[in-house]
């Protein structure tokens, strides 16, 4: 893997054969811009959305997961002005309309607005916040966006990580890959989703035809895992529900509640460990279950008995998903502020302060620390599994990659939440028609859906999908939008600049 982001000159060589709509689209972005700004763009940057195969909501939480690049992105034209102003559009102008800052203007973003440059902003400030330094340059941009936003694919993390390339080149700084992925997962939290680093991580480093396994903790690192070889081969359907869930203006009761729950989990499981008080938890900010998990077995006379990985995971997180039963399996039905400050032994105040509430304000009367402790656990199981049978190919590969993914579906149903009737629904209907696994991907609440498909039944699961859902509750959308919303995908290339 490149240490920075690479340069491509040919489409072919982030699309694969799939190029012809995609030149017609990248010249017509670039008399777009000529046309706005009046010359041509100096480059322009790329960065893919993506498809989480499995581990959902673990990344705060520390723990590894499966996503890969896919082939919708943004682009982000540009070129430096020799002014101090940077103007930014983009080829959807009705939806979001052109915008102009000076350089200052850029570090103020106003999170409490759904406001597409804030978006650009966080891009901008991720780069020159990395390096301590204001910016020094104007410059014009013109976006282009292919992924749906609100689907989980990712829009956001494609958007900023492309701004990122952009800026750093107008600037004339270098990030490794790595930099520019944390910037970014920093950046977005500018924008009021205490978000994981998932997305960024493999919108900069996917790479052509493997999965890649991210770990987070104790560092960033990425691992290209290929799915096992098969006869007919493995695809993956995407199936967009078209429900949209905004995660920004949902946070307080979605994604941010649940980033919280996992967090207040990790301080009541350390203390119910006995290791609350040891350096690395005591100082840890946030504490996460993975921090949590390692501290509990850096602990003397806890035993981690097998060397091997894999192995090693497996029984470390088996004993937590024992130990969380013990911590919280008094409270299914969830813990009040004041039952959580009581066990941490804080002011409820001080709890508040603890999960940075002020910036990332939650609504509930209860959390559900059990069940949300349980999904973590068990997902990041089922991640380290999923791995090993890519790695290993063992008979009916197929068949267990699906059952680890199911699995995380109900998962993510029962105990994290974060699905909807229509993500079970699309779910049902895929796997009845030949689906080996299926499962919602991102965020949830709505968004999209992934399907492990053997090649020679996508047709079958897309036409079952069709027939079933889209013509029952979209039966006005059309063949395009269709073919927007389901369609076949494979691992593609991460974020890189081209040059014609
Ligand atoms: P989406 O909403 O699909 O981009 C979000 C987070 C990820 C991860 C997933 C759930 C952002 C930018 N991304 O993905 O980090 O936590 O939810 O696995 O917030």
Redesign the pocket.
Known sequence: MSLFAPTVHGLSDIYGADVDAQAVRYARLAATFKATFGSQPEFIARAPGRV?IIG??I??CGFPVFPMAIAPDTLVAARANRSDLIRVSNMDSAKYPPREFSVADMFEIDSTKHEWSNYFKCGYRGVLDHVSRQGSKGFDALLDGTVPAGG?L?S??AFVCATQLAVQRIEGLSLTQAELASAAAQA?RHVG?N?????QAVSIMGQQDSALFIEFHPTLKATPVRLPEADPPFAFVIANTLVVSN?HTTAPTN?NLRVVETRIGALMLAKHLGIAERVACANADPLTFKVVMDEYFAKPNVGDSNDDEVQGWIERLEIMLRETEKAFGTHPQGYTRDEMAAVLSVATAELSAKIHENQFPVRADRFKLLQRAQHAFSEALRVVKFRWICEQAPEEAGLKLGDLMNQSQDSCRDLFECSCPELDEVCKIARKAGSFGSRLT??GWG?CSVHLVPANKVDDVKKALADQYYATYFSDLSTEQLSEALFATKPGRGACYYFA
Do not use: L, P
């Open positions: 989480n959902e909501h990344d705060y989980g990712s956001s993390a977005e989703v978000a994981g680093g998932m997305d995660k994604y991102g965020a968004g």
